[in-house]
């Protein structure tokens, strides 16, 4: 059995900093692609940014600039910095990732969630 933990979230003002972490542990052979997903009320989750195994990255256009995902591929792990805040980067931030357990096939995880909210 494989799973993601997520931790950092919480309440900040806008214009503050959060960072979220993500740590994946169990029984694996191989991580892929990692990523930080969120859903706000009512809406569709949707991607904040990805990072492959080899570094690379890609961000949601609301999130270029003031966020920065990263990755520790020894201890597989993956963090979001947020930076900048803002009221609308309020939702459910969800870890992601896709992984190979040992004797089982490649696919999607996802963590359980992590509140972030932006209020004054």
């Known amino acids: 059995q494989v799973q993601l933990v997520e931790s950092g979230g919480g309440l900040v003002q806008p214009g503050g900093s959060l960072r979220l972490s993500c740590a994946a542990s169990g029984r694996i052979v191989s991580i892929n692609d990692m990523g930080w997903y969120r859903q706000a009320p009512g809406k569709q989750r949707e991607l904040v940014a990805r990072i492959t195994s080899g570094g690379s990255t890609n961000y949601a256009d609301s999130a270029k600039g003031r966020f920065t995902i990263s990755r520790d591929n020894a201890n597989n792990r993956v963090d979001l910095q947020m930076n900048s805040l803002k009221p609308e980067d309020t939702a459910v931030y969800f870890c992601?990732?896709?992984?190979?357990?040992?004797?089982?096939?490649?696919?999607?995880?996802w963590g359980q969630g992590t509140q972030v909210t932006v209020s004054s």
């Open positions: 992601n990732a896709q992984m190979r357990p040992r004797g089982g096939f490649l696919r999607g995880y």
